[in-house]
């Protein structure tokens, strides 16, 4: 069965940082487009970040510069370091798997078809 | 960057009525766009991809449509489990996946 499962969140002060994990099986975390996509409270889907099975990185806007994608091959584990956390960070951070579909003809096609359960993160003082 | 907007935010209908919801990209997208289907205190899970793609699984009442700046997804027949909130997605610009703000769908 392919699965994500997030780690790693909790209660974090302004200012500080954290880090989730986000372990694969079923699949290999470096062979896909891996994503971060968080929720707030009541609120809906925003896009975070994403690190291309070639190992680019690409972030939002909202979290440029402070949050850092990465992974580690040999755990099958895609991390999200963040750090010089906002109250507006405070959210349930989901892990997903970009899948790729070719079009014949086309250009290839992406969406999300695998999701773990989420961590949930809380930015207070 | 790439604008999603959704409308209408939230609607309210029965069991058995047709309902459709509009989704609109600030720029041409071709085809790339995306549909979940979110409950609450779950994950989202994907109904329709490249705009018209039925994931597999998902109930043949979900149907996409559109290309470039509009697109739509209509059910059918609105069942009891269809009750949920439904974002769509642009990946033309996958270094800058683009939800839309969501369509909530409760119970009339």
């Known amino acids: 069965e392919v699965q994500l499962v997030e780690s790693g969140g909790g209660l974090v002060h302004p200012g500080g940082s954290l880090r989730l994990s986000c372990a694969g099986s079923?699949?290999?975390?470096?062979?896909?487009?891996m994503n971060w996509v968080r929720q707030a409270p009541g609120k809906g889907l925003e896009w975070v970040s994403i690190?291309?099975?070639?190992?680019?990185?690409y972030y939002a806007d909202s979290v440029k510069g402070r949050f850092t994608i990465s992974r580690d091959n040999s755990k099958n584990t895609v991390y999200l370091q963040m750090n010089n956390v906002r109250d507006e960070d405070t959210a349930v951070y989901y892990c997903?798997?970009?899948?790729?579909?070719?079009?014949?003809?086309?250009?290839?096609?992406?969406?999300?078809?695998?999701w773990g359960k989420g961590t949930t993160v809380t930015v207070s003082s | 960057d790439i604008e999603m907007t959704q409308s209408p935010s939230s609607l309210s209908a029965s069991v058995g009525d047709r309902v459709t919801i509009t989704c609109r990209a600030s720029q041409s997208i071709s085809t790339y766009l995306n549909w979940y289907q979110q409950k609450p205190g779950k994950a989202p899970k994907v109904l329709i991809y490249?705009?018209?793609t039925l994931q597999s699984g998902v109930p043949s009442r979900f149907t996409g449509s559109g290309s470039g700046t509009d697109f739509t997804l209509t059910i059918s027949s609105l069942q009891p489990e269809d009750f949920a909130t439904y974002y769509c997605q642009q990946s033309y610009i996958t270094s800058l996946f683009t939800f839309g703000p969501g369509t909530k769908v409760d119970i009339k």
């Open positions: 690190i291309y099975s070639g190992g680019r990185t």
């Open positions: 079923g699949l290999t975390v470096s062979g896909n487009y």
């Open positions: 490249a705009a018209s």
């Open positions: 997903a798997r970009a899948r790729e579909w070719e079009l014949p003809g086309a250009y290839y096609y992406y969406y999300m078809d695998v």
